[in-house]
């Protein structure tokens, strides 16, 4: 493999490496010499994934002598249907607690696959190896696993970490370019949330991003997974300090939900709309300078990247926004509470006391 750098999620006894390099990961046994001692491994990837790079996955699995599984593509695979569908599939090949599974795709079979993992048997092991710029800078790293509901994004699941994340370039040349865009909303978030030096970075780099040039996404990549692996080192479980990665999130989620979780509004086309929505109330609110808007989008704009509800036809009105966000994970009390920002690089809670303030926000702002 030719390695780029590793990083370590320090977690104790749940600690593991997140491997960046520039090949798709044939030589797993390389960088994780306890694959020998699996009693199966089974590889869950997706039809897209498997279509586009069926011998390269071929030969991982005659290397490994694995069994594989493919799913369908799509963010409605993260439902109580497929999860139960994969659980049966796995249970089927008679695995045992010594098994593991290797997931290979986006976001939406990072997180399926983790949760059937941490509740087969009660818990059994499993890789990441991530196929998209979103799923490397931020799902496949820090444990999270979930799938929908019908009242919201990501409202079921656990923690569970995996046992080692293997990002490869390989896999963004193949990638749609509203995919990569996509990736680029959460590796934004991160500068945002932060580190300003790494936001005068990418203004300067964006576009080299966005063109897979391989020393500025393997820089932006390794800085995103820095930043996330020290947050979940800090707080594994969403105690306090992890909460800061929803930045963007609460209204996002909201407006992925709003469309039916469909392929109108992707994921990180949600973030780039919900940190826009979340840097105006924090302007609302008095927390931040409207320069920071203007630093924002000025950037969006040069990468040609909309962030405004209008540029996806999302039919919505201030009171079902607000239904939507109500079933946000960070609701406590009745209250929802919002990551917002004071400056780049700084974030603030705020706890959400009077629902009016919100609704002018959203009538004045965003509708």
């Not at 599939?89 to 045992?96: E, P």
């Not at 509800?309 to 009171?319: E, F, G, L, R």
Request: proline residues 2%; positive net charge; glycine residues 6%.
């Amino acid at each position: 493999m030719a390695l780029i750098s590793n990083l370590t999620v320090k977690l104790g006894k749940n600690s593991y490496k997140i491997v960046i390099d520039n090949n798709f990961p044939f030589k797993l046994k390389n960088n994780f010499t306890k694959i020998k001692g699996y009693s199966k491994i089974i590889v869950i990837t997706d039809k897209t994934i498997n279509n586009i790079f069926d011998n390269e996955i071929y030969k991982l699995c005659n290397e490994l002598k694995s069994e594989k599984i493919i799913l369908p593509s799509g963010e409605k695979t993260k439902s109580f249907k497929y999860l139960e569908y994969l659980m049966n599939k796995i249970l089927s090949k008679k695995v045992d607690r010594n098994a593991l599974l290797i997931c290979i795709g986006g976001g939406v079979i990072g997180d399926l696959v983790g949760l059937a993992a941490s509740l087969t048997l009660r818990g059994i092991d499993f890789i990441q190896i991530p196929t998209t710029l979103l799923s490397q800078v931020d799902s496949s790293v820090g444990g999270k696993t979930a799938i929908n509901s019908i009242y919201g994004k990501n409202l079921i699941g656990t923690f569970y970490q995996p046992k080692i994340v293997i990002i490869s370039l390989y896999f963004l040349r193949k990638l749609p370019e509203r995919e990569i865009m996509s990736g680029y909303a959460e590796i934004l978030k991160y500068a945002l949330i932060k580190n300003r030096v790494f936001f005068s970075w990418l203004k300067n780099n964006g576009k080299k991003i966005l063109k897979i040039n391989s020393n500025a996404c393997a820089e932006a990549i390794r800085e995103s997974c820095k930043i996330k692996s020290y947050v979940v080192s800090k707080d594994e479980k969403e105690k306090n300090l992890r909460e800061i990665l929803n930045f963007g999130h609460t209204f996002g989620h909201a407006l992925e939900s709003i469309t039916g979780f469909s392929s109108k509004l992707n994921h990180g086309e949600s973030i780039f709309l919900g940190m826009y929505i979340a840097i105006k109330f924090s302007i609302f609110l008095g927390f931040c300078k409207k320069s920071i808007l203007h630093e924002y989008t000025n950037h969006l704009d040069k990468l040609n990247i909309s962030y405004k509800i209008d540029d996806y036809n999302i039919s919505a009105s201030p009171n079902l926004f607000l239904k939507h966000l109500k079933f946000d994970k960070k609701v406590k009390e009745k209250k929802i509470r919002f990551i917002l920002i004071s400056d780049i690089g700084k974030v603030k809670v705020y706890k959400l006391n009077e629902e009016k303030i919100l609704l002018d926000f959203l009538k004045k702002e965003v509708f």
